[in-house]
């Protein structure tokens, strides 16, 4: 099967520009997550999405960041404006709903923030 | 409030020696844990996972983790180390009690085997 599909790869912006990211799930999954992953640390959860619903944004910085998943299958995660400690690599997974299993992640998107 | 600790940032160990990653968690309920590796510029791969059951898990490229309820502990092990091991490891957990919710992982361990 196809794996998570992450768009771009990698992206260099300077602070205070916008930009988004984009995640194709794996098909049938019903479950999309965006986590952060800071250099040095592990991979922080921003969004959860079920379907097209959001099931858990608590970590979301919601003054500048947003996600979306229309339709419940790919999403897009946006920043703006960015600022520098937005510098990390965004990471996207997907699951079935209530799976007891891991997830399937993308390679993500390596973004620096000048 | 669930969380993992892992308590090493850097694990060494010379090719062909056992290895152990060390991995704590905590969760109101009782756990399901996995191990993730991630190699440089890649996503993260799934290497195993306890739900229930044997207390010893195998996993893929022959790592294996034990789950140690009393001490809530589920370290990585893996009786000869490669090369190829070296990469950065990651323990997650999530509260099965918890149905949906999303993993936690720890900081991460950089794994260097040496030849």
């Known amino acids: 099967e196809a794996g998570v599909a992450q768009s771009p790869r990698y992206k260099i912006i300077e602070k205070r520009q916008s930009v988004a990211f984009w995640c194709n799930p794996i098909s049938g999954h019903a479950t999309l997550y965006w986590y952060q992953q800071i250099l040095g640390q592990g991979p922080k959860l921003l969004i959860q999405f079920q379907n097209n619903g959001v099931v858990d944004d608590s970590q979301l910085p919601k003054d500048r960041f947003s996600a979306e998943r229309l339709k419940g299958v790919d999403s897009t995660l946006k920043i703006q404006p960015a600022k520098l400690e937005d510098s990390a690599v965004y990471l996207c997974?997907?699951?079935?709903?209530?799976?007891?299993?891991?997830?399937?992640f993308g390679s993500g998107t390596r973004l620096t923030v000048v | 409030a669930q969380s993992v600790a892992q308590p090493e940032d850097q694990v060494n160990v010379a090719e062909g020696n056992p290895l152990t990653v060390k991995c704590t968690y905590s969760?109101?309920?009782?756990?399901?844990l996995f191990w993730y590796v991630q190699y440089p510029n890649r996503g993260l791969q799934f290497l195993l996972k306890?739900?229930?059951?044997?207390?010893l898990v195998k996993g893929s490229y022959g790592f294996e983790a034990e789950f140690n309820k009393s001490q809530t502990s589920f370290h990585l092990k893996k009786p000869s180390a490669l090369v190829s091991d070296s990469a950065l490891y990651f323990c997650a957990v999530r509260d099965m009690g918890q149905a949906g919710t999303a993993l936690i992982f720890g900081k991460g361990t950089t794994l260097s085997v040496s030849s």
């Open positions: 306890y739900i229930t059951g044997d207390n």
């Open positions: 997974a997907s699951s079935l709903w209530g799976d007891r299993g891991g997830y399937t």
């Open positions: 969760v109101s309920g009782n756990p399901y």
